[in-house]
């Protein structure tokens, strides 16, 4: 089979590898469509130490749709679509990969799979919005409106929150985020973010405010900016495994924080579930964050768009078959 790895700092290559075999218990599946998401341009596309490298075999990617051409499984049979979450260490960017159950998520027969997949990066943030309180009437602002920020602030309007102010230095992300449902929006880079948000909220803080960028400086933001007592959630991954945080703010604003990450807690799957019953109701779009679409072979084209901010990208989707 087809596939694609980094063997340098920021280098794919293409290979042909064995096509994986499928155990009691799995299915295999064609994949059809995979994306780029930050985390792989942060992590496993950001540079390693040359011992590193080659990466293993379809890293970094784990955003991935596909169609079951095997099962050896009760619960899913040949033909049926899925998006499915590859095991920890193992990555995307090949054309058939085996999976269980437990990593796998029901497709409908209708509508394209590049746009379907897209419910795979909005599931995790449903799961971050899940852990807030109820936002009904209140004031919500996110740090960051890559296609995470913007999942949140397509959620949260939709929750009824009275206000999603988005904060974000680029103007074509700040643009989009109106499609979203945002109601304000702020350009760090051209206006003071304090101010505004004072101005928005009534000189009080957002009550619910969402690191979703992965910097410190906007981690520590979130405790400035949040009004006392609020929430801050966590979303972002910061590149440093160590994070300084303004210790005064914490004490002045008394803030909950809770940190989220849908893949980590136990259960990988049931907010992307929801996400595609949600979507097939006509509750959200996240096909919406889709602003290119390329084949399999313009895989570096597609991580060095992202990682640079190139052509206003917000999401990439790859058709594995081109």
Same mark, same amino acid.
């Given at each position: 089979?087809?596939?694609?790895?980094?063997?340098?700092?920021?280098?794919?290559?293409?290979?042909?590898?064995?096509?994986?075999?499928?155990?009691?218990g799995?299915?295999?599946?064609?994949?059809?469509?995979v994306?780029?998401?930050?985390s792989?341009?942060?992590?496993?596309f950001n540079?390693?130490?040359?011992?590193?490298?080659?990466?293993?075999?379809?890293r970094?990617?784990?955003e991935?749709?596909?169609?079951i051409?095997?099962?050896?499984?009760?619960?899913y049979?040949?033909?049926?679509?899925?998006?499915?979450i590859?095991?920890?260490?193992?990555?995307?960017?090949?054309?058939y990969?085996?999976?269980?159950?437990s990593?796998?998520?029901?497709l409908?027969d209708?509508?394209?799979?590049?746009?379907?997949v897209?419910?795979?990066?909005?599931?995790?943030?449903l799961?971050?919005?899940q852990?807030?309180?109820?936002?009904?009437? %209140?004031?919500?602002?996110?740090?960051? +409106?890559?296609?995470?920020?913007?999942?949140f602030?397509m $959620?949260t309007? /939709? =929750? @009824?929150?009275?206000?999603?102010?988005?904060?974000?230095?680029?103007?074509?992300r700040?643009?989009?985020?109106?499609?979203?449902?945002?109601?304000?929006?702020?350009?760090p880079d051209?206006?003071?973010?304090?101010?505004?948000?004072?101005?928005?909220?009534?000189?009080?803080?957002?009550?619910?405010i969402?690191?979703?960028?992965?910097?410190?400086?906007?981690?520590?933001?979130?405790f400035?900016?949040?009004?006392?007592?609020?929430?801050?959630?966590?979303?972002?991954?910061?590149a440093?495994?160590?994070v300084?945080?303004?210790?005064?703010?914490?004490?002045?604003?008394?803030?909950?924080?809770?940190?989220?990450?849908?893949?980590r807690?136990?259960?990988?799957?049931s907010?992307? %579930?929801h996400?595609?019953a949600l979507? +097939?109701?006509?509750?959200?779009?996240?096909?919406?964050? $889709?602003?290119? /679409? =390329? @084949?399999?072979?313009?895989?570096?084209?597609?991580?060095?768009?992202?990682?640079?901010?190139q052509?206003?990208?917000?999401?990439?989707?790859?058709?594995?078959n081109?």
């Amino acid at each position: 089979m087809k596939a694609a790895r980094l063997v340098g700092p920021k280098l794919f290559e293409f290979l042909e590898t064995e096509t994986p075999v499928a155990n009691d218990g799995q299915v295999l599946i064609k994949l059809e469509r995979v994306s780029v998401c930050g985390s792989d341009c942060r992590h496993g596309f950001n540079i390693h130490p040359e011992e590193e490298y080659p990466m293993d075999i379809g890293r970094p990617c784990h955003e991935l749709a596909g169609t079951i051409v095997e099962s050896r499984t009760d619960e899913y049979h040949e033909g049926q679509r899925v998006i499915a979450i590859p095991e920890r260490g193992k990555g995307g960017l090949v054309e058939y990969m085996t999976s269980d159950p437990s990593r796998m998520i029901l497709l409908p027969d209708e509508g394209l799979l590049d746009e379907w997949v897209m419910c795979q990066p909005s599931g995790t943030v449903l799961y971050s919005c899940q852990q807030m309180p109820n936002v009904l009437g %209140k004031n919500v602002a996110i740090m960051g +409106q890559g296609s995470i920020g913007l999942s949140f602030a397509m $959620i949260t309007s /939709r =929750m @009824g929150a009275a206000s999603v102010t988005v904060v974000d230095p680029l103007d074509y992300r700040l643009e989009k985020s109106k499609q979203f449902g945002s109601t304000h929006r702020i350009n760090p880079d051209k206006e003071k973010v304090d101010d505004a948000i004072a101005e928005i909220t009534g000189g009080v803080g957002p009550d619910v405010i969402v690191e979703a960028a992965g910097y410190p400086d906007t981690f520590n933001d979130c405790f400035r900016l949040v009004r006392q007592f609020g929430t801050i959630i966590v979303f972002g991954i910061q590149a440093d495994e160590f994070v300084s945080i303004e210790h005064s703010w914490i004490m002045e604003k008394q803030p909950r924080m809770i940190g989220t990450t849908g893949a980590r807690s136990g259960d990988p799957t049931s907010q992307i %579930k929801h996400m595609v019953a949600l979507r +097939q109701r006509g509750w959200c779009e996240p096909a919406n964050l $889709i602003t290119h /679409r =390329m @084949g399999f072979t313009d895989v570096q084209k597609a991580y060095d768009m992202y990682d640079q901010q190139q052509e206003e990208v917000i999401k990439v989707v790859m058709n594995i078959n081109e």
